[in-house]
C-alpha cells in the first residue's frame, strides 16, 4: 500500500520533470514558524485553476503528498497529519516535530488559458520552546575586585536565537569592565564592584518562545575596610569601659581583640566592668571577613586616670622615666596584678607566647607583684621607681 503510494508520488514527480520551464510560485509566508506540536500552513497561491500539486520534502525527496484530481495520496510517515487543500495546493501539516523541520519542495499544474506548470519551495522551521532558564554566577561567593562571570544557562536542547540581560528590570549597560560573550550567554564583571549590586535576569528566546530567568541576586562581599575602635581616650579607676570596633564588611565580620598584642576576646564589643591600672596600653581590635579572606585592624591607646593624689600626667612622668628599667618588672607587676583579680576580662595565663613581644606570663614570680597590688597607688609608684635600682627581672 505504501509502496504504491510512493510509486505514485514519485511518478508525478518524475512527470513533472519531464515537462517544459515552470513558473516559480512564492509560498505566501516563508520560512512557516511552527512551535513543536503546533499545525503549520505551508500555503501557496497558485497562478491559476490547480489541476494537479505533489509536494516533496528535502533533501531526501520524501512523498508528503500528491493529487492528480482524484483522491489526495499521503506520503509514509504523513498519515493522519496531511491535508492538501485542493484548491490552493496548500497543505496544512499538524502536530508537527522538529524531524518536520526543512525545506518542502512542491510542484503542479494550472490551467488558465492553457495548462501551465509551477514550482516552488517553503522552508518550515520548527522550534522547541524555551522553558528553563537560570542565571548562574562563577562563584557562589563573589569578591569586590576580582572577576565575575553569570552565565545564563538554558536547560535542554532549544535553540535560543538571542538572550538580553536585565538588572533591577532594566537592560543591562555594557562597559569597559561589563562586557558580554559573542552570543550573550556570560556577563563578564572584571572586576565586580558593590555598584554591580542588585537583581540580575537574563531573557532567551527563539521564534517561538520568551522565557525570562528568575532574578539572581548579587550582593559583593567585601572589606573589611575602615575599622575604628570607639571608646574613651582614658577612664578613671574603677569605671567601667567599652571598647567597639566597627568595620564596612560584606559579609559582617568577626572581631577579635587585643591588648598589648595578646588575644584578649572575640566579637564587636570588648568591656572592662572596672578598670585598674593594668589596664592600661593599646587595644587592636582585628575585623576578619571569612569570604574576602582579608584583616583590617585599628588601634586605640588607652590611659588610665584618678590614681590617687597624683595626676595623670605625674603617672605619665613616672612611667615613662621608669620604663626604660623595669619594663619587665612593671609588666609583671601588673600581670601578677590581673591574675589576683580575677576579672572577666582578664589575660588568660596560656603556654608560653613565642611571638613578637611575647612575655611568659604563667613564668613571672613577682615577689612584690601581690603585696605591691592590695595597696595605695603611691605606695605601687614607689615600688616601681625603688625597682629601677634593681636589676629587672628577667622574663
Ligand atoms: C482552501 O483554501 C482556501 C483559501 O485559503 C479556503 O477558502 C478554503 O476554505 C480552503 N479549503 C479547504 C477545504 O480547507
Ligand atoms: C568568564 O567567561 C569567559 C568567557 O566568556 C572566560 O574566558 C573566563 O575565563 C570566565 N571567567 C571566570 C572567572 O569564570
Ligand atoms: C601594655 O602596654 C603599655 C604600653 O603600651 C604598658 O604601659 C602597660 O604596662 C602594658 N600592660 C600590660 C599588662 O602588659
Ligand atoms: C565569623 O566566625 C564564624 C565562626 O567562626 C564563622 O562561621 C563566620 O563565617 C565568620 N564570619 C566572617 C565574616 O568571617
Ligand atoms: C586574619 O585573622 C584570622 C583570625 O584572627 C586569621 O585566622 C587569619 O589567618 C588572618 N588572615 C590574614 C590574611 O592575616
Not at 501539516?93 to 499544474?109: A, E, I, P
Not at 564583571?189 to 527563539?206: I, R, T, W
Not at 539572581?216 to 577612664?235: C, F, H, K
Not at 595623670?312 to 613616672?318: H, T
Request: net charge negative.
Amino acid at each position: 500500500m505504501e509502496n504504491s503510494q510512493a510509486a505514485l508520488l514519485t511518478l508525478g514527480f518524475l512527470l513533472f520533470l519531464k515537462g517544459s520551464s515552470a513558473l516559480v510560485v512564492t509560498p505566501v509566508t516563508d520560512p512557516v514558524i511552527s512551535k513543536v506540536g503546533d499545525n503549520a500552513m505551508l500555503e501557496i497561491k497558485p497562478p491559476g485553476v490547480l489541476v494537479s500539486v505533489v509536494w516533496f520534502f528535502s533533501p531526501a525527496k520524501i512523498p508528503v503528498v500528491s493529487w492528480t484530481g482524484i483522491n489526495p495520496v499521503i506520503g509514509a510517515g504523513y498519515e493522519n497529519r496531511v491535508t492538501l487543500n485542493t484548491t490552493t495546493g496548500s497543505v496544512e501539516l499538524r502536530s508537527v516535530n522538529l524531524r518536520d523541520d526543512g525545506v518542502y519542495m512542491f510542484q503542479g499544474t494550472t490551467f488558465t488559458s492553457g495548462r501551465e506548470r509551477f514550482i516552488g519551495s517553503v522552508t518550515l522551521r520548527v522550534y522547541e520552546p524555551i522553558t528553563n532558564v537560570n542565571v548562574k554566577p562563577s562563584l557562589a561567593q563573589p569578591i569586590a575586585n576580582q572577576a565575575l562571570n553569570l552565565t545564563c544557562e538554558v536547560l535542554g536542547s532549544q535553540t535560543v536565537s538571542s538572550r538580553l540581560w536585565l538588572k533591577d528590570s532594566q537592560p543591562l549597560s555594557t562597559s569597559d569592565r561589563i562586557t558580554l560573550s559573542v552570543d550573550s550567554s556570560v556577563v563578564s564583571f572584571n572586576p565586580v564592584l558593590q555598584s554591580d549590586n542588585g537583581e540580575y535576569q537574563c531573557k532567551a528566546s527563539n521564534p517561538v518562545s520568551e522565557v525570562t530567568s528568575a532574578g539572581y541576586r548579587l550582593e559583593v562581599n567585601y572589606g573589611p575596610e575602615q575599622a575604628s575602635i570607639t571608646a574613651p581616650d582614658s577612664a578613671a579607676e574603677g569605671s567601667s569601659v567599652t571598647f567597639t570596633c566597627s568595620a564596612q564588611s560584606l559579609p559582617p565580620c568577626n572581631y577579635t581583640w587585643y591588648f598589648n598584642e595578646t588575644e584578649t576576646a572575640q566579637g564587636l564589643q570588648y568591656n572592662i566592668a572596672s578598670v585598674t591600672n593594668a589596664d592600661r596600653g593599646s587595644y587592636t581590635c582585628v575585623a576578619w571577613n571569612s569570604v574576602t579572606g582579608r584583616n583590617t585592624s585599628a588601634v586605640k591607646e588607652f590611659i588610665v586616670t584618678g590614681l590617687g593624689s597624683l595626676s595623670s600626667g605625674e603617672i605619665a612622668g613616672i612611667v615613662i622615666c621608669t620604663l626604660a628599667g623595669v619594663t619587665g618588672v612593671a609588666l609583671g607587676v601588673y600581670f601578677s596584678v590581673k591574675l589576683c583579680r580575677n576579672n572577666p576580662h582578664d589575660l588568660k595565663p596560656g603556654p608560653a607566647q613565642s611571638s613578637t613581644g611575647a612575655v611568659t606570663y604563667e613564668n613571672f614570680k613577682g615577689p612584690s607583684a601581690s603585696a605591691t597590688y592590695e595597696n595605695t597607688t603611691a605606695i605601687r609608684i614607689a615600688t616601681l621607681i625603688q625597682e629601677t635600682s634593681q636589676q629587672p627581672y628577667s622574663l
